[in-house]
């Protein structure tokens, strides 16, 4: 692949916290970090909505009659592959080669296939700590496969040790090491539905955490079964150490481990959690400073006679609910409430969304809290054969966050696709400061949906941890105080469904909101703050 | 309609009670059940007829039995507590069904489709819609014939809320009948979907009430449909007993009083 040079970036602006580390008994070690900034690219246009626009990639064409497990598409991933400055794309095809959009800017995009076949989900993630983005997908057999980044030119390489079968991934540092460690799940219903050996399945299906060392990665099987559709790394019980939800399809329940001093400890912390749990995602959608934890399942948005007949024979089919189960078909918002996670969906809105996989939050109109966006559609011969072409066509998705705790519809932001869309992201493709939103679609090119809503500033922090294997700093966490509040934000390799978020923090604001300052926890428990830092611009720390 | 004094026998604290029991038709009641098992049994063993049928047999085996201690009730006791005596047999047998779809889904463990009580896997939705509009009648009904009490109103209220809830779900599953029959989809049936109450019933997904507190009410907009027509139910039923008995209570002739009439 082409390498362009980094930008330079514009300007030095400060160097902080000057002071050596210090320890207290109750504060984090304080470190002192570099601080670039470059200003925001001009708005292309304001035109109060998203204008979507359609990417040279399409998954789903070449098959003639999509059945089985074929629908649950594929992912996407977003990144800066050559250090230009620009996010690029990675998308995974269910039919056909992989394909890279390389960001030429002004949203244009130059597409170089890649030679990985028949690919789910996919992740942009520094393997090797070389500072440049690797690429890994899973392929439909349920193969990990790997793209290592030699200085923007990707070449297929191999993770030593990582063997099991694998649908899902999740990449952070579990372990403290520095190194970005390897979590994936199976999807065994389909691989039981494409024959594959029940021996097999013992030896290699199920939940493993793969240890990423000096000598390859060292499997650790967590669980040797898994409907993983995806797969969330997070601090569930804020002790400051990441832990392990995967989201499992089907009866299986969601299984959770929290990671403890003793080891890897399997428990079940929600009352109620989504059936066929779709996608996780996490945000702070109040701007209290905890985290709401929300899933994307089968509910259909409307209830009349025509959307309820054309999902019935699928309910028929597969309706196994029984009494007593936490299990219900039904997006959740987990919030912690009375010493315990509670089911907010309902009251909130947003707990029937249609058959929802990518559900991500994102201050897509910048008024400092974070909108939400759910892509819909199904298609399965075996499911929806009644229906013309065998899909359930279902428009995306769009609540704009109240502030108040709730979401209502925001249909004027032109966000209701009706292509069948899986794996997505809300990303700044465009370098304005906004987020813009990425879907790969089954049957029907990928859309890009450029954010024109007016209004509104917005800060990108990007970070840098020098000496670290982890030099993106995957796993981090930001909280900017601002006159509106306080925004918290944190630093992922992996997103929503099958998919990769690129590497940074995206942050949201009125335009009138004066920012106080930024502290930043990296994920060895270090903190940073910068103080007054700048609205509008792409800031990056490094450490 | 005229009312007839209440026999002796009745009198006492749970008249309802009296009124319910099968007395001089034990024997003939229970002949009669023999008999209906004997024949749904062999019938379905025979023709191979699915569950219901064997149920549904039984019950109508039971049906001439009933009849008489009705038209007993009516010659002896009235119209109105004759009507009270159907209604509360029928509703009681109502009831049953109920609570073995309860058990079937709580307790065996099945689904709220395979949880289909004794014989609604017939059509449910026009059983109850006519079932619950008749409830509605004869209620109505013994009111006007004297039943008169705050648990009749009560009474009245519930039955009548529970014929709406049924007049929804019966619109909607012709509704989503029809769409289904357009889809080309013949092997589907459109039972059991959610009424105004409920999981997902038009209450919790209504545009209206999204992002309130009606959506999250316990048990009304929680539960499935299947535990609030239970409860509603039972509620119904309970309230028919209650009402039935002060009504019965009311009628019964005074225990003769043996003791001293107070001075002055």
Redesign the interface.
Known sequence: MAIRAALPLVAVIAICGCARPTVTANQPVTVPVAVRTEPYATARACSGAFVEHRLPFATGLRVRDISGYLGNGAGVAAGDLDHDGRLDLVFASIDGPAMVLHNNGDLDFTPHELDAQFTRDVKMVDIDGDGWLDVVFTDRPGAVIAYHNHAGTLERMTLPGVDGLAYSTAWGDLNGDGRLDLVTASYDTELRKRGVATDVLAARAGVFLYTNTSAGFVAQRLSDHADGLSIALLDLNNDGATDIWVGNDFLGRDAVWLNSSTGWQPTEPFKRMSESTMSIDWADIDNSGTQALFTTDM?PAK?D??T???W??MM?KT??????DPQ?S?NMLQVWSSGAWVDAA????I??TGWSWAGRFADLDRDGFQDLYVVNGMIAKDLFG??PDSELVEENTVLRNTGHG???AAPEWKLGSTLSGRGMLPVDLDNDGDPDLVVNNMRGPATLFENQLCGGAGLTVSLRWRGSANTQAIGARASLRTSVGLLTRDVRASGGYLSGDAPLMLFGMPEKATLQTLTILWPDGAQSVIDAPPANVNLEVTR | MTAIPMPQAMAGRLPVLSLLSPGPHLRATLLNLVAGLVIAGIAVAVTGWPWWVFNAIVLATLLPVGIGKWREEKHRLGVVIMLLSILLTAQGVHSIEHLVQWVQ??IV?????QSNGLVSAANAEWVHFVWNWSVLIMVIVLMRGGMRNPLAWLLLAVAGLHAVEHTYTTI?HV??L???R????TD???QG??GIIG??G?L??SPWT????F??LPGL??EVRLDVHFWWNMLETGLLLAAGNVFLAARAPRAPNHGHEPNG
């Open positions: 509910n209830r006679p025509h309820l007949a054309a019935l024979p028929t309706d196994q609910t029984r009494a007593g219900i039904a309902p009251q909130r809105g707990d029937a009644h229906l709730t979401f209502i | 889904y709580h463990g099945l689904t709220p489709r909607q509704q989503v029809n769409e289904l357009a889809m080309g989809v589907v049936t459109a979907l959610p999981r997902d038009w919790a997904r999204q992002g309130t507190i959506c999250t907009t929680t």
